[in-house]
């Protein structure tokens, strides 16, 4: 599934390609992914993109008065294809939905298992049902100790679901939860409330660094988030507690451990996380 860090980057490469830009019109060739493909998307023509953003884990196309809003779900990909004549004829069966961009460049949506979604939003996106309930991102200020601190005092929950509850934050996900508590030496299964500021603070500039550090590197899943021409997806050799049960941890030597908590992976070391 990508995480903040891969749509980022996504975000990222696309947008220099696509901003002020002209959707010509559209290929969908299936009905539906997780939910019905707007008619408005299916029927789009001579659109100019004015922006391309990322909220959470979802990629907003800003057109002049509507909005495309895509969540690349467990295996969405986009790519953008240069050689339109040779390869708008040239499609495999999970190529669901082409977007020809000034007749010339498609922007190509690839979903094997289909749990993606494209949305076409016709207010401002902030007020789209998908978007209005995410808490703040991550990576900005609004997201910082003292918000974290207020929150963790009022809920009865281990601090790693408080830290996947996309109403408090928004895209941490499951490996960079595991990643930035097991840097800030924390337990995953602790009740939030049982942390003090101190620790906190740490927790938070954790989650900012680890974040920052995987954009850099292109994110952590090469698979699924392959571009053109760019080498990206390299931040998983990082990794110091995800994907690595029974492996030794890093800094100590002692077995990493894994356990579920609602269902999600949990990884960590019983020596360095208190
Ligand atoms: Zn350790």
């Known amino acids: 599934m990508p995480e903040l860090p891969e749509v980022e980057v996504i975000k990222n490469i696309i947008k220099p390609l696509l901003m002020g830009k002209i959707i010509s019109y559209s290929i969908v060739r299936i009905?539906?992914?997780?939910?019905?493909?707007?008619?408005?998307?299916?029927?789009?023509?001579?659109?100019?993109?004015?922006?391309?953003?990322?909220?959470?884990?979802?990629?907003l196309i800003i057109l002049l008065q509507n909005t495309i809003i895509i969540h690349l779900g467990m295996t969405g990909k986009l790519f953008i294809i240069n050689?339109?004549?040779?390869?708008?004829?040239?499609?495999?069966?999970?190529?669901?939905?082409?977007?020809?961009?000034?007749?010339?460049l498609i922007l190509r949506y690839t979903d094997i298992r289909r749990f993606?979604?494209?949305?076409?939003?016709?207010?401002?996106?902030?007020?789209?049902?998908?978007l209005k309930k995410l808490g703040p991102e991550p990576l900005e200020y609004k997201f910082n100790d003292i918000y974290l601190y207020n929150i963790s005092r009022k809920k009865n929950v281990p601090i790693k679901i408080l830290l996947m509850n996309n109403n408090i934050v928004t895209g941490?996900?499951?490996?960079?939860?595991?990643?930035?508590?097991?840097?800030?030496?924390?337990?995953?299964?602790?009740?939030?409330?049982?942390?003090?500021?101190?620790?906190?603070?740490?927790?938070?500039?954790?989650?900012?660094?680890?974040?920052?550090?995987?954009?850099k590197h292109g994110g952590s899943t090469i698979i699924n988030y392959r571009l053109p021409n760019k080498n990206i997806g390299n931040y998983s050799k990082y990794f110091?507690?995800?994907?690595?049960?029974?492996?030794?941890?890093?800094?100590?030597?002692?077995?990493?451990?894994?356990?579920?908590?609602?269902?999600?992976?949990?990884?960590?070391?019983?020596?360095?996380?208190?």
């Open 31 to 59: 009905k539906k992914l997780k939910y019905i493909i707007s008619k408005n998307i299916v029927k789009i023509n001579n659109q100019k993109i004015l922006n391309i953003k990322r909220r959470g884990r979802y990629i």
């Open 83 to 104: 050689n339109i004549k040779k390869n708008i004829l040239t499609y495999n069966k999970h190529d669901h939905i082409d977007l020809i961009i000034n007749h010339n």
């Open 116 to 130: 993606g979604f494209w949305l076409w939003e016709k207010k401002n996106y902030k007020k789209n049902i998908f």
């Open 172 to 215: 941490i996900g499951n490996i960079y939860a595991n990643e930035s508590l097991f840097k800030s030496n924390i337990m995953p299964t602790r009740q939030s409330k049982t942390l003090n500021f101190q620790e906190i603070t740490y927790l938070v500039k954790n989650i900012k660094y680890i974040l920052n550090k995987s954009i």
């Open 240 to 274: 110091y507690v995800y994907g690595r049960e029974n492996k030794f941890c890093k800094k100590c030597s002692t077995i990493i451990t894994k356990i579920k908590q609602r269902n999600r992976s949990t990884f960590f070391c019983y020596k360095c996380q208190k």
